[in-house]
């Protein structure tokens, strides 16, 4: 075979290559795994310990830039885009936290990963409460910033506005299909979660619980969150509204990487 057909091959194995779902490079690594109909993408960075990053309703994991750069030369970081979200895929099927919880499980399951700490903003948080719950022993460590149980849990003024947004858009969808992705979104927030304090008792692993004293979360809804899990630790940062992880990234980053440190002995 000449040079010149030799380098033509290589461009078009090339372009497969950069079409196929697994890449790999610099000790990063992007995939898909096969979830319920749906294909959910996840990254991993970094080597050590492994540690789930859970991003909030309409995010992806590109939200957590300043969580990476902190933690990825201590710990193995799993970024997943949560169903619907970034380039994780989504059949029209109604959105639950609960299935997004399963879908993070399938990942872990995907890389042979027993147990991991889980780091979860906002519906992330939402999320990892779901797996703590469901799946005890896959989670080694929780930590949860601005998360909520049910959905009155927000502060009065935003939670109607998410009820009536959501009612609206429902109403649209019907003639406008192409609005029932933003539908099922606003779902996650107006309908769920549906979690019992009495439900939390039961989680065992060492919680992290996080909130801004400007949080959209009722302040007494976190306190409430942290006294029903068993020895959870409770920081509530004056100032800090809802997107504090992400607008004051050194003062969250420190506190979670102090709660880890203590935590895991692997």
Do not use: C
């Given at each position: 075979m000449s040079r010149k057909k030799k380098?033509?091959?290589?461009?078009?194995?090339?372009?497969?290559?950069?079409?196929?779902?697994?890449?790999q490079n610099s000790n990063q690594t992007y995939s898909y795994v096969d979830s319920h109909g749906a294909k959910i993408h996840y990254q991993i960075i970094g080597n050590g310990?492994?540690?789930?990053?859970?991003?909030?309703?309409?995010?992806?994991?590109?939200?957590?830039?300043?969580?990476?750069?902190?933690?990825?030369?201590?710990y193995q970081l799993i970024l997943i885009d949560s169903r619907a979200h970034g380039k994780s895929t989504w059949n029209q099927e109604s959105l639950s936290?609960?299935?997004l919880a399963h879908d993070v499980i399938h990942v872990l399951n995907e890389l042979k990963i027993k147990s991991a700490a889980i780091l979860g903003f906002s519906d992330g948080a939402n999320?990892?409460?779901?797996?703590?719950?469901?799946?005890?022993?896959?989670?080694?460590?929780?930590?949860?910033?601005?998360?909520?149980?049910f959905p009155r849990g927000m502060r009065k003024i935003f939670y109607l506005s998410i009820v009536i947004e959501h009612r609206v858009i429902s109403l649209f969808s019907r003639l406008f299909p192409s609005l029932r992705h933003h539908?099922?979104?606003?779902?996650?927030?107006?309908?769920?979660?549906?979690?019992?304090?009495?439900?939390?008792?039961?989680?065992?692993?060492?919680?992290?619980?996080?909130?801004?004293?400007?949080?959209?979360?009722?302040?007494?809804?976190?306190?409430?969150?942290?006294?029903?899990?068993?020895?959870?630790?409770?920081?509530?940062?004056?100032?800090a509204d809802h997107f504090g992880l992400y607008n004051q990234p050194d003062q969250y980053n420190k506190i979670i990487a102090d709660f880890l440190k203590e935590v895991i002995t692997d």
């Amino acid at each position: 075979m000449s040079r010149k057909k030799k380098t033509k091959k290589q461009k078009q194995t090339q372009k497969q290559i950069h079409k196929q779902t697994h890449k790999q490079n610099s000790n990063q690594t992007y995939s898909y795994v096969d979830s319920h109909g749906a294909k959910i993408h996840y990254q991993i960075i970094g080597n050590g310990f492994p540690l789930v990053l859970l991003h909030g309703n309409g995010e992806s994991h590109k939200n957590f830039q300043y969580q990476i750069q902190y933690f990825k030369n201590d710990y193995q970081l799993i970024l997943i885009d949560s169903r619907a979200h970034g380039k994780s895929t989504w059949n029209q099927e109604s959105l639950s936290i609960s299935l997004l919880a399963h879908d993070v499980i399938h990942v872990l399951n995907e890389l042979k990963i027993k147990s991991a700490a889980i780091l979860g903003f906002s519906d992330g948080a939402n999320i990892a409460f779901q797996i703590a719950l469901r799946y005890p022993n896959r989670v080694s460590a929780l930590v949860a910033v601005s998360g909520n149980i049910f959905p009155r849990g927000m502060r009065k003024i935003f939670y109607l506005s998410i009820v009536i947004e959501h009612r609206v858009i429902s109403l649209f969808s019907r003639l406008f299909p192409s609005l029932r992705h933003h539908q099922q979104l606003m779902g996650l927030m107006a309908l769920q979660p549906q979690i019992s304090f009495a439900q939390l008792n039961t989680i065992t692993a060492p919680t992290l619980i996080m909130a801004g004293d400007k949080d959209l979360i009722e302040t007494n809804h976190t306190k409430a969150i942290a006294s029903a899990i068993p020895s959870a630790k409770l920081v509530i940062l004056s100032g800090a509204d809802h997107f504090g992880l992400y607008n004051q990234p050194d003062q969250y980053n420190k506190i979670i990487a102090d709660f880890l440190k203590e935590v895991i002995t692997d």
